[in-house]
């Protein structure tokens, strides 16, 4: 099946104000208070806090839950397209309609805080900000505060999907020729095979990393387990198949071995010391299946002597 039939191509685009605004009077005082000599170019900008970040905090918390966090929406339902910095993203058709639910009720809150502060919370935050800042002979300065409609109009959430180009299904000839035609086909195809190397890179990478923070709990002198990180575990198990979109082996042997093995909830390890052994076992084999070039069953062959399975 092409990946054109397996998923989607997301794009995310969220911006906050930062709150802050450099002050050229303050930085260019500072600088001729420590007498230097080139001024604020030479010692430094002195940055302002505007906006208090509690006004802010919940647009963050938002972003972060969409796109920043470790067990955030896109990191755990997408992988990157192309390049991790690009801002694109491939999303799994099976994951469509999940992401569709989990970004309506974030942009719903988006959209309440929008208005709270069309409401009245921004002219809280002003007023906030003139006792913080000392309006009399202070930091507040009153031009550094657009009208509320142009501050909240600096808040954006927005997403676009779009279907994963195809080069058998670009006619180009009538606008480009055949041969440009043929060199774009050629473009788009290898941009294609590189970026599904590269997923899986990725995601044998988000495994791999998983497992060793999960090792790292298990080994330490006091084991504590948390409901949140077992849960961001069977989240990744979970999506392994979806994001497989190479229809990998490796990838799927790795989703098999792991939801026979570790599928587990914080209950199952909390004060289970022969499951914490056990589960530090069947870790210990994911990372060398991963590391190794072997096929899984050679390498869970040759694994079975170490960790007595």
Excluded at 117 to 124: D, F, I, P, T, V
Excluded at 184 to 211: C, P
Excluded at 215 to 228: A, E, G, W
Aim: with cysteine; charged share 30%; hydrophobic share 30%.
């Amino acid at each position: 099946m092409p990946l054109s039939k397996k998923g989607m191509l997301l794009s995310v685009s969220m911006s906050i104000p930062s709150g802050r605004k450099v002050d050229r009077d303050i930085s260019e005082k500072v600088a001729s208070d420590y007498n230097v000599k080139g001024g604020s170019r030479d010692s430094g900008n002195f940055n302002k806090i505007t906006i208090s970040s509690k006004y802010l905090q919940p647009f963050r918390n938002i972003k972060s839950k969409m796109v920043e966090a470790p067990n955030s929406t896109i990191k755990t339902m997408t992988l990157p397209w192309l390049h991790e910095s690009g801002g694109v993203f491939i999303l799994p058709n099976k994951k469509i309609l999940e992401f569709a639910k989990v970004w309506r009720k974030q942009k719903s809150l988006w959209d309440s805080e929008i208005q709270a502060l069309k409401n009245g919370k921004y002219q809280e935050a002003l007023d906030e900000a003139e006792i913080r800042l000392n309006k009399k002979g202070g930091m507040f300065d009153a031009s550094d505060y657009p009208t509320v409609d142009e501050f909240t109009d600096r808040f954006k959430m927005e997403q676009y999907l779009r279907p994963i180009p195809e080069e058998h299904n670009m006619d180009l000839r009538a606008s480009v020729g055949e041969l440009e035609a043929e060199r774009i086909r050629k473009e788009v195809h290898d941009s294609v095979a590189k970026s599904m190397e590269k997923m899986k890179e990725l995601l044998t990478h988000r495994i791999e990393s998983e497992m060793h923070g999960l090792k790292n709990i298990l080994s330490s002198d006091r084991v504590t387990v948390y409901d949140t990180r077992m849960e961001s575990l069977r989240n990744l198990i979970d999506s392994i198949s979806g994001l497989n979109f190479t229809d990998d082996t490796f990838l799927t042997d790795l989703e098999t071995y792991m939801k026979e093995n570790l599928y587990l909830y914080a209950h199952d390890l909390r004060g289970n010391e022969t499951k914490q052994k056990e589960a530090y076992r069947h870790i210990n084999k994911v990372i060398s299946y991963i590391c190794s070039e072997e096929t899984f069953d050679q390498t869970m062959s040759k694994l079975d002597g170490t960790y007595g399975y």
